[in-house]
Structures are given as C-alpha cells and as structure tokens.
T-cell receptor, first 109, second 113 residues
Framework: GENVEQHPSTLSVQEGDSAVIKCTYS??????FPWYKQELGKRPQLIID?????GEKKDQRIAVTLNKTAKHFSLHITETQPEDSAVYFC????????FGAGTRLTVKP | GAGVSQSPSNKVTEKGKDVELRCDPI?????LYWYRQSLGQGLEFLIY????????KSGLPSDRFSAERTGGSVSTLTIQRTQQEDSAVYLC???????????FGEGSRLTVL
C-alpha cells in the first residue's frame, strides 16, 4: 500500500505566526490528498483536501499545495491561533487511505 | 444514522480473552476502514472494505485480528487471544466513495490487562 511520511512530528509556533507541515508519498498513482485535524480526545476531522489535478487550494487561513512530480504536499496555516493547537494528519489515497504519523502543533498565546 | 457509531466505547479485558468491536457506518457509505491509534500515536491502517470487493487486509498485524462487513453495512473487528500490546483506540471510518472524506466514529478504547 501507499507509504506516507510526515514532518515535523512536533511544531511549536507563536500566535499569529505561520505553520507549515510537509508530507511525501510513495505511489505516483495516488490522486487524493486530505488533511485531518484531531483535537485532544476527539475524532479526526477533515479540514481541507486536494486532488491530483489541482496544484493549490485555499480555505481562509488554511492552504494546501501539491507537487506531483516530487510527490509531496504541504499544509500551510497562516495567522495561527491557540485553537489551531491539535494533531494534524496528512493522507494519500489511490484506493485505500493511508495516513502520515501526525504533527503535534502547539500555538503559544 | 447521523454519524459513524462504534461500540463499545470502552472495553477492559483480560489477556487471552477474545473481543469484538462493532462499527455502524453512515448509511449509503460504500467504503469502511478500521484504524488503530495507540496513545499519542498515529492512525495505523488495519483493514478496508469497499462495496462488494474483497477487503484489503494488508494492515492486520497478526492472524489474531479479523474483520467482516455484513450486507455492506455493519462491520465487526475481532481480536482473538488479546495481548497487552493490543491496548489502543480502534477507530472506524466510512466514506461515500473510495476517495472521499472519511467520517470517523468516536472509537472503541480497548484495555488489555
């Protein structure tokens, strides 16, 4: 199956700064790349996704970029707020959905 | 239903016992996944059902683990002869299509003493 690697494992930023999380995938046939946010004690929830026919997608303070040639995609959060603190997971899918190991983001007020 | 439902929410069992975890996906969702999440860790893929196709069992960690999905709806994950390392939260997720948003259940927290 698909192998997804995610970096960094932990990220600490000051409120108002930007945060970037990067993922790489192994199967060039993967065509769907979602990002999930998991708050402490909660279930993961989709925050943004991108398909392979698109290079970038933005939703308010969140954006995702995809480089199919390099097989990597990134999550960008601008103007971070304390409520952005959570674990973020990237995933890649060609058929089934495989997740990266997660990034614990802490936004310090 | 309104969302993905899992039961039990918590299960404490003794080493060596068998356990069954149940997942009731969102009605109409053809894809169903089981993931395992150990404390503070990531989402470990276990098994994937898509429609009437043969399930992808490539993530099951040992032959003590099995899962079935009856009638394309409810799924049961069975762990035989539980070990302490099986302790984790088992998350079920369903999706309308095979490459679409996953909706997760609240999870079943398994503790093996």
């Amino acid at each position: 199956g698909e192998n997804v690697e995610q970096h960094p494992s932990t990220l600490s930023v000051q409120e108002g700064d930007s945060a970037v999380i990067k993922c790489t995938y192994s199967d060039s046939a993967s065509n769907y790349f979602p990002w999930y946010k998991q708050e402490l004690g909660k279930r993961p929830q989709l925050i943004i996704d991108i398909r392979s026919n698109v290079g970038e997608k933005k939703d308010q303070r969140i954006a995702v970029t995809l480089n199919k040639t390099a097989k990597h995609f990134s999550l960008h959060i601008t103007e971070t707020q304390p409520e952005d603190s959570a674990v973020y997971f990237c995933a890649a899918s060609i058929d089934d959905m495989r997740f990266g190991a997660g990034t614990r983001l802490t936004v310090k007020p | 239903g309104a969302g993905v439902s899992q039961s039990p929410s918590n299960k404490v069992t003794e080493k060596g016992k068998d356990v069954e975890l149940r997942c009731d996906p969102i009605s109409g969702h053809t894809a169903l996944y089981w993931y395992r999440q150990s404390l503070g860790q990531g989402l470990e893929f276990l098994i994937y059902f898509q429609g009437n196709s043969a399930p992808d069992k490539s993530g099951l960690p040992s032959d003590r683990f099995s899962a079935e999905r009856t009638g394309g709806s409810v799924s049961t994950l069975t762990i035989q002869r539980t070990q302490q390392e099986d302790s984790a939260v088992y998350l079920c997720a369903s999706s309308f299509t095979k490459t679409g948003e996953l909706f997760f259940g609240e999870g079943s927290r398994l503790t093996v003493l």
